[in-house]
């Protein structure tokens, strides 16, 4: 099957987003310029996961000395625009900084078939090494490129959604639902 490449340069909106009830929410990456519309499944962890990464790329490259715009972007009108037809359903993602335009790059790959099977990976944490590399018969990918204030607008919005799930158990810290859980930290018992 051949290869997807999904390419949004400076996109007029990049977010993630999740539909549902808190504790049945499915997250969502959606890029949008003009009327092309792309998005892709992902998990809770990964949006968090994203969000922190890219707030520290950030930090770094202005701590080494690179000016960046300040403010942040509104990543678009609240929510995903719909239909929400998912491209692929992401495996690993890729940060990369391109210095000659100061921008982001923000890649989503696609799970592979042997993605739980690989234990050669050398990041240990899912990140790719050869980052940006193009294989013609490799995973689909979803490449973005943001500037400072778009990728400071995906990070606010990201860490809103996250944030939005359902609320910690005071004791143990996994997630409360209506009706309780059982707590590590009652015995199993219901709290």
Known sequence: ?????????????????????????EF??????????????LEKAQVAV?????GTL???IERRGVTLPD????????GLK???????????????????SESVLVEARAAADDDEDNDDDDAGDGVIVEALEDHEDGPDVLRVRLDAPAARGFIAHAVE???????????????LSAEGHICPRRNGYMH
């Open 1 to 25: 099957m051949a290869r997807r490449l999904f390419i949004f340069d400076t996109p007029d909106r990049f977010v993630a987003d999740a539909v549902g009830e808190p504790g049945q929410r």
């Open 28 to 41: 969502y990456l959606q890029a949008a310029k003009g009327r092309n519309v792309v998005t892709v499944a």
């Open 50 to 54: 994203l969000a922190e990464r890219l």
């Open 58 to 60: 950030l930090d770094e």
């Open 71 to 78: 403010g942040s972007q509104d990543p678009g009108a609240a």
């Open 82 to 100: 719909e239909p929400i037809v998912e491209a692929f359903r992401v495996g690993t993602m890729t940060l990369a900084w391109d210095g000659q």
């Open 161 to 175: 959604v996250v944030a939005a799930g359902r609320p910690p158990c005071p004791l143990c810290g996994l997630p």
